[in-house]
């Protein structure tokens, strides 16, 4: 093993480790069907999925996969954490959801390609080193004319501490943390607690895409983020989500991509 994949080897480790403190969490509430966690901005741009044949990459517990599935997508959820997949499995109940344990570097030939649409993000990016590669896994997964749909935390987002003042860098980084605290509730992590992740800025993704021939046609930030990180952080009516008080700067905290194959 090299040092990029013993670091991600590191990272599946860890995630075995989050996966039962997550699914006990308030944070995920994963047995709440009534919880919609996708943006009314989401759905608006994401338009009809019925009937699509969509791939959600680094799926986890399978949250978003079950609302799209819900929304009438064909959908096949794929994670590298053997205990998300078998949680993403179970909490699917009746629905028609295809999950494979896989890395997302072995994700064309795990899952083929031909779909409509590859649905990622929301803390994925951060756990994959090279772009380049991502990039053109995802075009390797899509039928020509699918589409890619991205939702991240904006990298401006990371660099904000709890008073929102700018302490950390935006530029690509590789960032190597050893912590047993998740970010949802719930107890400490009982071990495998070093995990490594890569900042990307936004033109390091746009790049990547564009380098892979993609096309991206939109690119949205938003100035929400799908939970209160910071005290003091106020919910907003639009989204649902949570915005920063009316009297700190108005800076993205989230952002949406769409690129065509
Ligand atoms: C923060 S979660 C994604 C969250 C998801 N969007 C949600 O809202 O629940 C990140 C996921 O990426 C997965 N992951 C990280 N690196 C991966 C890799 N190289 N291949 C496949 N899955 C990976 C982890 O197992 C984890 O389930």
């Given at each position: 093993m090299d040092d990029?994949?013993?670091?991600?080897?590191?990272?599946?480790?860890?995630?075995?480790?989050?996966?039962?403190?997550?699914?006990?969490?308030?944070?995920?509430?994963?047995?709440n069907t009534e919880v919609d966690r996708m943006a009314p901005f989401e759905w608006a741009e994401l338009g009809d999925v019925a009937g699509l044949r969509i791939a959600h990459l680094q799926c986890h517990l399978g949250t978003d996969t079950r609302l799209l599935a819900r929304a009438g997508a064909r959908m096949t959820g794929l994670d590298f954490s053997a205990a998300s997949v078998e949680a993403a499995r179970e909490l699917a109940g009746d629905l028609d959801i295809t999950y494979v344990r896989a890395d997302v570097h072995d994700a064309v030939a795990e899952l083929g390609g031909g779909f409509d649409m590859v649905y990622t993000g929301k803390g994925s990016l951060m756990w994959l080193p090279d772009l380049d590669r991502w990039a053109g896994i995802v075009r390797d997964l899509l039928a020509?004319?699918?589409?890619?749909?991205l939702v991240e935390f904006h990298p401006l987002a990371w660099?904000?501490?709890?008073?929102?003042?700018?302490?950390g860098n935006y530029l690509d980084e590789a960032v190597s943390s050893d912590s047993a605290r998740t970010y949802t509730d719930g107890p400490e992590l009982a071990g495998d607690t070093v995990n490594f992740q890569w900042n990307h800025a936004l033109g390091t993704v746009v790049t990547a895409l564009s380098r892979a021939g993609l096309r991206v046609t939109e690119l949205h930030e938003h100035p929400v983020l799908a939970w209160d990180q910071w005290p003091g952080m106020v919910r907003d009516e639009?989204?649902?989500?949570?915005?920063?008080?009316?009297?700190?700067?108005?800076?993205?905290?989230?952002?949406?991509?769409?690129?065509?194959?």
């Open positions: 990029v994949q013993t670091k991600v080897e590191a990272n599946r480790r860890n995630w075995e480790q989050r996966t039962p403190v997550h699914l006990a969490s308030q944070f995920y509430d994963v047995h020509p004319g699918g589409r890619l749909y660099m904000l501490d709890g008073d929102f003042n700018i302490v639009t989204s649902g989500w949570w915005r920063l008080p009316a009297h700190r700067p108005r800076i993205p905290l989230t952002y949406s991509l769409t690129a065509v194959r």
